[in-house]
C-alpha cells in the first residue's frame, strides 16, 4: 500500500468516526428538545405566575433546532466529500500504484476501477430514490414538529396572557414566532437542497457505473 493511499484511507477512518460522532450528537437533541417541551409546559402550567416559562421554550427550541441543522448539514457535508473527492483520490491512487506495479498485491484493485467502485456504501444504500426521497419527507416533518411545532405551541398557549400594557412582552412574542417561522423555512429549505444534491450525485455515480 503506497504512503499517499494509506493517508487517505486515515482520513477516511477519521472523517467517518467524526460522522458517527455528529449523528449520535445530532440525534439527542430531538430527544433533549422534547425533554425540554415536557419539562417547561408542566413547569409553566402549573401555576398561573409561571407563565412567563412559555417563553423561554421558543427559545430553547431555537438554539436547538439550529445546532440540529448544522450538525445535519456537517454531516452531509462529510458523505459528500468521501462520494466527490476522497473516493477519486483512492481510485486514482489505486491505478496509478497498478499501472506502475507498485504494491499491486497489497490493493488487490483492478485497473479499470472507478470511483464509484471505492467506498461503495456511501451509494449504495442510497441507490432507492423513492425510498430515500419519502424517509427525507418524513425526517423533515420530524425536524418541523419537533423544534418549530413545539415552540410555535408554546406562543400559542401564551397568546392569552398578552397584556396591552406590557408592549415589551409583545415584542418579545412576535420577535420569537418571526425567529421561529425563519428557522422554518431555512429547514425546508437545506431539505430540499440536500434531496436534489443527493439525486444528482447518485445520477452521476450511475453514469460512472455504466461507463
Given amino acids: 500500500m503506497t504512503d ?25 437533541l430531538l430527544y433533549v428538545n422534547l425533554a425540554a417541551v415536557g419539562a417547561i409546559f408542566s413547569f409553566a402550567l402549573n401555576k ?27 454531516i452531509s457535508a462529510i458523505g459528500q466529500y468521501i462520494k466527490q473527492e476522497l473516493s477519486n483520490k483512492v481510485s486514482n491512487e489505486i491505478k496509478q500504484a497498478n499501472s506502475t506495479g ?62 396591552a400594557e406590557k408592549p415589551l412582552i409583545h415584542w418579545i412574542w412576535w420577535l420569537e414566532l418571526i425567529v421561529l417561522i425563519i428557522l422554518g423555512i431555512q429547514i425546508l429549505v437545506y431539505a430540499i437542497a440536500a434531496n436534489l444534491n443527493s439525486t444528482q450525485q447518485s445520477q452521476s455515480s450511475s453514469q460512472q457505473s455504466e461507463n
Fill in 4 to 28: 499517499k493511499l494509506n493517508v487517505y484511507l486515515q482520513e477516511y477512518s477519521a472523517l467517518k468516526e467524526e460522522q458517527k460522532s455528529r449523528i449520535g450528537f445530532r440525534d439527542n
Fill in 48 to 74: 398561573p405566575d409561571n407563565k412567563y416559562a412559555l417563553l423561554v421554550l421558543p427559545l430553547v427550541s431555537v438554539i436547538l433546532g439550529w445546532t440540529y441543522l448544522v450538525n445535519d448539514e456537517k
Fill in 102 to 163: 507498485a504494491d499491486a498485491n497489497s490493493t488487490g484493485a483492478n485497473v479499470n476501477s472507478t470511483s464509484a467502485d471505492v467506498f461503495g456504501w456511501e451509494e449504495y444504500h442510497k441507490t432507492n430514490n423513492l425510498a430515500r426521497i419519502l424517509r427525507k419527507i418524513q425526517q423533515w416533518i420530524i425536524d418541523e414538529i419537533t423544534f418549530i411545532g413545539a415552540g410555535i405551541l408554546a406562543l400559542i398557549a401564551f397568546r392569552e396572557y398578552l397584556d
